[in-house]
């Protein structure tokens, strides 16, 4: 059974930082994509970021030039770093891992204040 832990999320100010991190435990796969979803009160969950495992990433527009995301294969481990932070980037942010299927995170809660 593969379970993914975030790790990493908080309150922060606008304009502040974090970096979420996500790794696999259980059993251990390379995994072909990872990447980050979010999901905010009331709204359905969006992709963040994705990095496949020769490194290429998407970024959502809304995103762009403030995030970025990062792999460290060896450790099988993904992460979010978080720059410029805005209040609209509230929301619980979701960890997923795909190889023959998905596997997600429980979440983590991000709150940026005003």
């Known amino acids: 059974q593969v379970q993914l832990v975030e790790s990493g999320g908080g309150l922060v100010q606008a304009g502040g930082s974090l970096r979420l991190s996500c790794t696999p435990s259980?059993?251990?796969?390379?995994?072909?994509?990872m990447g980050w979803y979010r999901q905010a009160p009331g709204k359905e969950r969006e992709p963040v970021a994705s990095i496949l495992r020769t490194g290429s990433t998407n970024y959502a527009d809304s995103v762009k030039g403030r995030f970025t995301i990062s792999r460290d294969n060896a450790k099988n481990t993904v992460y979010l770093q978080m720059n410029s932070l805005k209040p609209e980037d509230t929301a619980v942010y979701y960890c997923?891992?795909?190889?023959?299927?998905?596997?997600w995170g429980q979440g983590t809660q991000v709150t940026v204040s005003s």
């Open positions: 259980g059993i251990i796969l390379i995994f072909n994509a």
């Open positions: 997923k891992a795909s190889l023959s299927r998905d596997f």
